[in-house]
Each structure stands twice: as structure tokens, then as C-alpha cells.
DNA sequence: CGCGGGTTTGAATGAGTTCAATCACGGTGG
DNA sequence: CCACCGTGATTGAACTCATTCAAACCCGCG
């Protein structure tokens, strides 16, 4: 919930009474193994998600195995605010690490946030990140070529993890395989392997651990026209 | 405006007077010839804008010229309204056909559906479909081939229109190029030609004057693996 | 030590691109 | 009325980027 706070804190001008309000809600504190489904296909929704730490990702998996990543979750999340009661999911959310959340139900929710317009704009905010996000993945994933969709997500995921933890870093943990970035950038397994190993004989990054490093921030950046604005973390002073 | 009506209507008990307050307010009406923008990137967001009549795209450039188009905006359309005011578009919308659109300024489309909670829920159920409609594309771009791409889209356009004119029909308008097609399904010109001379050979399809006429829906639907429920129009007894 | 998940490498294949030429068609001017 | 454009669609041939398949490798763990 702190990390979520950092997140939404951006858009307001923060005040712990704003969301404590939020952390006495009648909830749930669950966890997932990697790999187990959060949400599954044609459920109803009518909970809201908050990663409280771990990341997950939303997905739909095709009739012949193709698996497509919609977007990665990572602590501070929150979903599904949008849907509310009497939609049914058209994709799946699983654990892409060991994930613990909190599940509250969408009508508790929706009754919090509603009095307190602060709070409504912050999370109105965080929609529209949402959404920003989704339509670079398009592009992402529709024009640019597997050097330029690997090196952008990358400095995509930093960015966001560092809205998170409020400071910027030049290390990412990425701790799952890389089949799930195949999967999120439309490519197959080998050819990200690759392309990182490209990546890293130009310099761009270094791998160690269960991470990546970034070494040339401002090139690499140029390279695939990353351009952060649309994350909208304009209120974040990250440089 | 009718559109609109149409199109929201599928949402909420449809009662002409939630709709006459929406037409009274203060606007402008507006036209532009194919090819004009509508919206210019980095411009800021404080209008809301309803097509009226035509077809119109959302897209952003690369600095090289690639185009990816993220959605088709037909008539009954009606964006930005999540952006609201003090956001800067980091995409560009602009007119694939003449189009006639009314704008309206943000507050006062704000104002005028706050107050009724029917309308409200009705607009909230147009974003949740927006969104889905954004998620296809990912899924449509990353992980499927160019024949169920082409196939695909034009059997998600084919609902959508019918969504519109309350009708569901055989035969699709398309009066724009096929670059659009392309452009938006992040293929080439040639290879969209190609598959849908494919299409055409297979008997899916066929084409004749500016549309495609739908011969084997069924057949089609799951060649490409297409499923309208994501488009969110249970209301509908389209059959 | 040996197993297993995940990563890397190589070689062959394939889907889609690029470039260039041709075609089809509607509009325009002589 | 017809020749001439210009835009967009189609076709062919060469090429490229990414996939597939298969083998090797790496490393943490029982």
C-alpha cells in the first residue's frame, strides 16, 4: 500500500489521512505463487487489485498457445478499478513472481474514493497512465523492430519502477524469465536472447544477477525514441 | 449525435431527454477534408470531441515516418474524455474520410453528465470498451499473423459499425486506403494487399466499389480467432 | 553428481518487406 | 471524345528480420 501511496502521490498534493481511509477498507491479503492466475478468463470483476509487492501480468493466451502480455504489473498497481460489477474479463492476470495483494471489494472502493475528489483525481490519473501505457505498447509492438521493442521496454519498466520507489535507477530487477518479455513484445524467446546479447555488445546495457543494468541511458534512449513523457510522471522530480 | 445516441444507448435504458441536455451544450461543429488532424501531438487536452459523421484515425508518427495507427474512430465516437484538462495528447488524431465532429468544451461535458448518474455510467461503459478495443490491438499486432490480422479488424470494424447503425450487415464501408489498413495493423501496403487478395481466393471475402462484403462470418471468425464479446455489446441483439 | 529450468548459439526456414514495374480507374484538359 | 495524369492497388523478385528446431551450455539444487 506505501508503494501505492508513492504512485498516486504524485498526482496530489499528499496527506496520509487521504489514503488511510483506503487502508481501513474491508479487505483480503492474498498471495500467488509465480506462474498461478490472479484473475482468470470471463470472470466477473468486482474487486480491485493493489500489488502490494511482487509484479504480475495481465495476458490472453491464444486457442494454439500463442500468449500475448498485455501490460506488466508491478507493486503499487492497481486494477481493476475501470471494470466495476457485471463485467466479465476478457484476459487473464497472473503472478509473474511470488505476488502478494490486496483484494477489496469494488463497491467499498468506489464508495472511499467518490467522497474525497482529491483521491478521485489521483486515481483518475493513474487511468490515464494506464491507458498511455497500453497504447505505446501498440506502438511498441506494431512498428519498431526487436532492438528498438526490447531496449523500450526496458527503459519503460525503469521509469515505472522508479515512480514506485521514488528514485531512478540505472539497475532493473527483472526477476523472471525472459520468455515473458518475448511474450509481452511479440517476439519468440531466442530471438530476445539475441537481441540483448546485441544490446549488450553495443553497450547499451549489462547483465548481472537476475537484472539489467543500463549504461547508456541517454543513447539507448535515442536509439528506440524512448520518450517518458507519455508515462506521465511529469509531477516526479527524476530528472 | 444520433450515433452517439445509438451507440450509448445500449448502455442505459434509453430515455431522449438524458440525451437533450448532451445536444444543448455550448459547442462548435466542425469538418475536415481526409487527412487534416483533428488533434496535433502535445497539444493540450480540453475539449471533448464527438464525431458526427465520417471516420477518423488515432495515431502517433516516428521520428522516421513509420505510422502506427492505435484506433479507428468511427461516427458515435466520442474522445478525450478521460484526458481532461491540463493532459497533453502524446498521439495525434486526424480525419481518414471527411468528417463532421462537434466539439465541446471538457468542463461542460463534465458538468452536464455528473449530474446524471445514468448518463455517467453510460459514458463509463463507452472507456471500459474503448479500452478493450486498445487491448485487441496489442493482441492483434503482437501475436497474430498478417491473414488474421487483416481478418480480424475488419470483422471488429464490421461490429462496431453495426453498433452504430443498430444494424449488423454483410458489407462494410471502407472509404479510406489501404495504407490505413497497414498502418494500423503494423504491416506493409503490399503485404495487406496481398492478404487480402488471400482472403478474396479463399472466399471470406470479396471487394467491390470502396468495401468488403463478409461471405463466411462464421468460418472467418474462427480462422482469425475473432470474439465480439470484448466489444462489450451484450445489449445488443445482433444475434 | 546429475537433473531441470532457463539461456545461448547455430543452421535452415519462412513470413513479411522493399523496390520496382504494371495495372486500374476516375478526373482533367485539349 | 480521348489522351494524359495521378493516386492507389497489384504483382514479381530479391532480400531481411525474425522464427523454428536442435544442440550445447550454465547454474542452482537435491
Redesign the interface.
Known amino acids: 500500500m506505501k508503494r501505492l501511496m508513492n504512485r498516486v502521490g504524485h498526482y496530489v498534493d499528499f496527506k496520509e489521512d487521504y489514503f488511510s481511509s483506503l487502508l481501513d477498507l474491508p479487505h483480503r491479503i492474498e498471495t500467488r505463487r509465480p506462474g498461478e492466475e490472479i484473475v482468470t478468463v470471463g470472470q466477473r470483476i468486482d474487486f480491485v487489485f493493489v500489488i502490494e509487492s511482487g509484479w504480475a501480468i495481465r495476458y ?1 493466451i ?2 494454439d498457445g ?3 502480455i ?1 501490460n506488466f504489473m508491478l507493486p503499487g498497481a492497481c486494477f481493476d478499478m ?3 460489477a457485471s ?2 474479463s ?2 487473464a492476470v497472473s503472478a509473474a513472481t511470488e505476488v502478494k495483494l490486496r483484494r477489496i471489494k469494488s463497491v467499498d472502493f468506489l464508495k472511499a474514493i467518490s467522497g474525497r475528489s482529491e483521491l478521485a483525481t489521483a486515481f ?1 490519473w493513474v ?2 497512465q494506464e ?2 501505457i ?2 505505446e ?3 511498441r ?4 523492430s526487436a532492438k528498438e521493442r526490447v531496449a523500450h521496454l526496458i527503459l519503460e519498466l525503469n521509469r515505472r519502477v522508479a515512480a514506485v520507489e521514488g528514485e531512478l535507477k540505472d539497475f532493473i530487477d527483472l526477476p523472471f524469465p525472459q520468455a515473458l518479455f518475448a ?1 509481452a ?2 517476439l519468440s524467446v531466442v530471438h530476445v536472447s539475441r537481441t540483448l546479447t546485441k544490446l549488450k555488445a553495443e553497450g547499451f546495457i549489462s547483465t548481472g544477477g537476475e537484472g539489467i543494468k543500463i549504461l547508456m541511458r541517454e543513447e539507448m534512449a535515442e536509439m528506440c ?1 524512448f520518450d517518458s ?2 508515462l ?1 510522471l511529469e509531477r516526479l522530480k527524476l530528472g
Open positions: 490472453r491464444l486457442d500463442r500468449r500475448q498485455l475501470m471494470s466495476m463485467a466479465h476478457d484476459h483518475w487511468a490515464i491507458e498511455a497500453l497504447r505498447q501498440i506502438i509492438v506494431g512498428r519498431r511474450d513484445l511479440g525514441d513523457r507519455y506521465h
